[in-house]
């Protein structure tokens, strides 16, 4: 891999793909995996059969259905399609002159089945077949509320919202589009326990109930999406995302451990892409495509979605391509409340306009994006599916670390590129369904950083490959529904990295060693039990996972020397949830639930081996070989906590939740409460050894130096040695209220409010990342003709002053700053951007001494620019209209008011006045 825009000599060359399972990758797995991982392979060889070879022993039935609207008046020209477990569309039919849609052969099991119209809202309904023949009456409801299917809750299968023991947030496209024009997790905005982060323009990183990044699963269509070099904080991954080719998003709030494996700690996120075109019933071929074109103001940015697709009786699919270019974007009131200069050189806000303009520079960013599905039925019960979506940002630049926040002179995301992929064979049997797949995802990030322009200039990139494979299987009973699987996932990193400093360039040690390989295996199964006359059910499920990490010296030699130990690691970890629903009548349930869920320690935990820009780490082990004692810090003045080195094991979550809801055509009313208990979580610490050890040999160096409180050294690094240990623990607990009602045949109203509270019970200290009290409320009016909705729109959020220290330190809360921080930009930044000459600051005509003073007070100590995220309250109008049956504009006017506002642990502040625009064709 060659690293951009530096002359640097490469590291040893990992191959971009490679097969998932070779003889050298079966043989590093123990026996039972490597069985395991045959036995999937095997399975996928039923894909081949062609309809000449179709079981005919396979029960179907025929499911009628009769569309009427809310007065028992029938309803023509409606879409009526029927759903399986993968949002596959088994059958299609429009309802007929008698208000009649009839979908043959479908065999026995639950499906989703959907009425989609232009006029009335759409509704959704789990349908069980288990006879010949079923009938089925669907009421059209010109504006209602509307109960949403899930298929993330429990895999294998479909479910109503209402009836799960757990806390699911759907958005479908209509939701998605209207909230924003493009970039997926500005779209979950809104939403009761999401709080939507943005560092910069361009990515975002959704935190689930308080956690973030490694601590919340992406999946796509169901398959894994993270990998395991995913870093702690927030990531931008999800941004990568083309949304041209995404039909609907579900969040699964809390741990889902049990079902999707690690990482899965604060929730779960579901990106579920637009089905294929419908198999043609008479084999006829059909073509149909869309084209949108967007805009927006608030950062002069828009773009533009393309798709065509086609269907017959045994092919289908879609070809879809996205182009999007935003330019700077304008903050509320044109401020920018954490501009650099405001936190080194307190400048008031007309100061940075008159110095650098409304908008802020380096914020503006391109997309493109390629999404290809496609679909072969085999036979009238079974389907192959191939899908894959490339994409690229280019120019995403982190605005925090430049003027928005640090002040540096660079700090790139280059390249940041996406291909992802899945071949899946789904067959459903006498009310047995059973899915296979084959995944590729690889995600190749890379960084160009400097700080200062004597700085040394740091360029990185890495590219993670992993491959995986799947078996899934669901079987109905008579009171049971039973789900079991098992997966394998392998991880191939390709990493280099490259420092110049004095117009020099030399290859360094990557971020993560180049080579490093992990593999994860998990099987686990799932039973949902009905009982009392199907008014209670009960979920359970059980998950074990194993997982080997491995690192080779030889993959990481540069300039003759090994820059990292060969290493290896093993983990395993058994979890489960229990939960169990009631219905105390047709409308009201109560439920509640307990999970445990896990992250297995990764790539970015033990990849951090050897001399790293955090000091000389070792493996846990030779901390434990040692007999170290545990540090209370990882820095070099850290003393000793007591506690014996322990080998690493996975991090862990005890959640429990439950509420009630309340659902009908008008009315729907959700409460939940939820507690969660994470405990060894992974942190960096000092090693303290009690005996002496100077001359021994620890990670492939010599003990050089060890001083009077045990702390040890080696050679070339003036930091003490450091390892990973599990070590501190929080707890979260919150409340979320979703309501919704209709009035009439015109107006839908909606709150929506979560609070959260967290702590560091080791430090009594108020957690990170926790969201500030929120709401969002929203009053819709649909027109009579249908063809017209508008909706206004409230959002806000309370003043959070429960920060943590290291949130007063972040550029993007607290920012703190001190005399160094305020010295180092007036001397090394200020002459440079044309603020400062000859020692004097322009705008002002003071020095350096006199900018501390003013700055710092009296006392010169230092101080975070804020100590809480001020509260906000915005206004927006957004709507839709259909021009034609096959033409309609999307519109809004968001945060009218020009509100200055920060989303709490943003990077920049919230757009201002922004009006947006879309123009959809469908053909």
Known sequence: MALPSVDAPAAPHQPA???????????????????????????????????????????????????????????????????????????????????????????????????????????????????????????????GVEERVTVTASRGTVQRESKIPATVRSLDEVQLRARAVDLLPR???????????????????????????????????????????????????????????????????????????????????????????????????????????????????GGLHATVGGSSGKLAGFLAASATRHGEVRGGGARDSHHATIRFLGFTDEQVRTAFGSRYADTGYGQTGLVAKGSLRTDFSSSIDVFFTSSQQNDVRRYDRLLGGDGRVRADFVPQRLNFGYVRYERFFTDTFVEAKISLNQQTDGRRDQRRPTSTLRVEQSSDTVWGLEVNGSKSLETHLVTGGIEVYRDTVDAVRAETSSGVTNAVRPRVPNGATYTSFGVFLLDEWTTINRRLRVSGGVRFSTFAYSARAADNVIAGLELVPDTEANFTDLTFNLGANYTLSDTLDVWGRVARGFRAPSIFDLGEIGLTGGGFEVAPDEAVAFGALVGDSASSTAISAGAPWQALTPEKVWSYEGGLRYFNRETRFEFTGFLSNFGDNINRRTLIVGQDVVGEEIGGATIVAQDEQGRIFVAGEPNAVVSRINV????????????????????????????????????????????????????????????????????????????????????????????????????????????????????????????????????????????????????????????????????ALNNFTDLNYRLHGSGFDGLGINATLAYALDF
């Open 187 to 301: 779209m979950l905005d809104e939403e009761p326990g999401i709080l939507t982060q943005q560092t910069t323009p361009g990515q975002g990183s959704p935190i689930l109930r308080g956690q973030s990044a490694q601590a919340v699963l992406y999946l796509i269509d169901g398959v894994r999406y993270n990998n395991a070099t995913y870093r702690a904080g927030n990531t931008q991954y999800l941004a990568w995302i083309p949304d041209v080719g995404v039909e609907s998003i579900e969040t699964l709030l809390g741990p889902a451990g049990v079902n999707y494996g690690s990482d899965a700690l604060g929730g779960a996120i579901n990106v579920l892409t637009k089905p294929t075109p419908a198999f043609s019933n008479d084999n006829t071929s059909r073509m149909s495509g869309s084209v949108r074109a967007f805009g927006e103001s608030a950062s002069v940015g």
């Open 17 to 143: 793909f490679q097969l998932p399972l070779t003889l050298h990758s079966l043989a590093a797995m123990s026996p039972k995996t490597a069985q395991f991982a045959l036995v999937m392979l095997l399975s996928l060889v039923p894909a081949v059969r062609t309809a000449a070879q179709q079981e005919q022993s396979v029960d179907s039935g025929t499911v009628a259905v009769r569309v009427t609207n809310r007065d028992g008046h029938i309803v023509s020209e409606m879409i009526v399609q029927l759903l399986g477990p993968t949002r596959q569309v088994m059958r299609q039919a429009e309802s007929d002159a008698a208000g009649m849609a009839v979908l043959d052969e479908v065999p026995y099991g639950t499906y989703e089945l959907r009425v989609l119209s232009d006029v009335y809202t759409d509704v959704y309904q789990v349908v069980e077949v288990r006879s010949p023949a079923i009938s089925i009456e669907m009421v059209m409801y010109p504006i």
């Open 728 to 891: 501190s623990r929080l707890r979260v607990w919150g409340l979320e209220v979703l309501a919704q009602r209709s009035f009439g045949d015109r107006w839908l109203a909606t709150v929506k409010a979560s609070m959260q509270r967290g702590t560091e019970l080791d430090t009594g200290f108020f957690a990170r990342k926790i969201a500030p009290d929120n709401l969002a409320a929203i009053l819709r009016w649909r027109g009579a003709s249908g063809r017209l909705w508008l909706e206004g729109v409230v959002k806000g959020a309370a003043r959070q002053s429960r920060l943590n220290p290291a949130d007063l330190d972040d550029s993007r809360i607290g920012a703190f700053r001190d005399a160094g921080d305020i010295s180092d930009f007036f001397i090394n930044q200020g002459p440079r951007l044309g603020l400062v000459e000859n020692g004097i600051l322009l705008a002002t005509g003071e020095t350096l001494d006199d900018v501390i003073a003013r700055v710092l007070g009296p006392g010169g100590s230092g101080a975070a620019l804020f100590t809480a995220t001020p509260g906000w309250l915005t206004l927006g109008i957004r709507g839709n209209y259909a021009l034609t049956t096959s033409q309609s504009i999307t519109f």
